[in-house]
Every structure is written in structure tokens, then in C-alpha cells.
């Protein structure tokens, strides 16, 4: 298997036709969407994953497909993504993650965020990376915080828009050193 990124326990890599199926499953879990405006369909998890390829065929670069390394079962993603909705802090690269709930608790997000941000410097030239998490959504704000990233301020994402479970999103930025 071909990695972009690698991490002691994960391998980070584009997206390939056999991750539609559990991937599609994830994104219909109610618990692991519980911070996105709504589960997806097994057809928006195909389209979104259409997208994520043809980032990383532009950019080198996505919200990469990941896998743990001594099984090879994948887990979902973590990566890096430009981000163009219309707010004070975009146009950006953000960095994000979502994985299934069997993996939860184990460091995964955090390791391979780790990694991706020291891949943004080195590997792409990216200088500056921003996240954004619900404000409801204390476990990514806790990853961002742990790979030493530091809240910027808040920003009303369009997909949460009147959506009464989220006040905002929180913005974190990590700069990296020269």
C-alpha cells in the first residue's frame, strides 16, 4: 500500500474504491455525525469522497483515507483540506478528522494530525493551518489542543446555519516554526 503520509500506528493515503462501503457506513452513524448538520447518505459519502479525490489529484494533499497500519482496517480520515466558504478566515488550509467509534480513545486522531501538520510544513509548504470545530464538539477541540494548536476566535459555518444544536464553530490556528 502506498502511504503520503505514515505515522508509527497509521498509514495516510488517497481514497480507493473498497473504503466507499465503510466509509459510507460511518458517515450514517448518528453518534459520529452527532457534530455535523446531519448523517450522509451512502450517495453523499460517495460524492464527498469524488471530492477528496480529485483535492488530492490538484493538491497532493486531502483529507486522507487511513488505516491502522497492523490490520490494515481502515478507520475513516484525517488531513488536510482547502477550505473556501466565505467567512473572515477563509480562504485556508484546514486540517480535520472523523473516524468510526471503535477507534475513538486510542490517539489516532491525534498522531495523525501530528503528522499532517509537520507534512503541511515540510512536504507541501503550507504555513499556516487553521481547524474548526463546533462549539459542542469538546473531543476535536481537545485534539486540536493536544497538537499544540491555539483558539483564533469563532465563525458561524454556513452548514450549521439555524441549526439550534451549535451556537458556532471555535476556530484553532497552529503556525508553523521556520
Known sequence: MEYTIKTERLGLRNWKGSDEEPFSEMCADPEVMKHFPKALTKKETISFI???????DLYGYCYFAVDVLKTGEFIGFIGLANQTWESVFTPCVDIGWRLKRSAWGKGYATEGAKACLKAAKDKFGIDEILAFATDT???SQKVMQRIGMKVIGTVQHPHIQGDPRFKHCVVYKSIMQA
Not at 50 to 56: P, V, Y
Request: charged share 20%; aromatic share 10%.
Open 50 to 56: 469524488r471530492r477528496l479525490q480529485a483535492h488530492f
Open 137 to 139: 464538539n469538546i473531543g
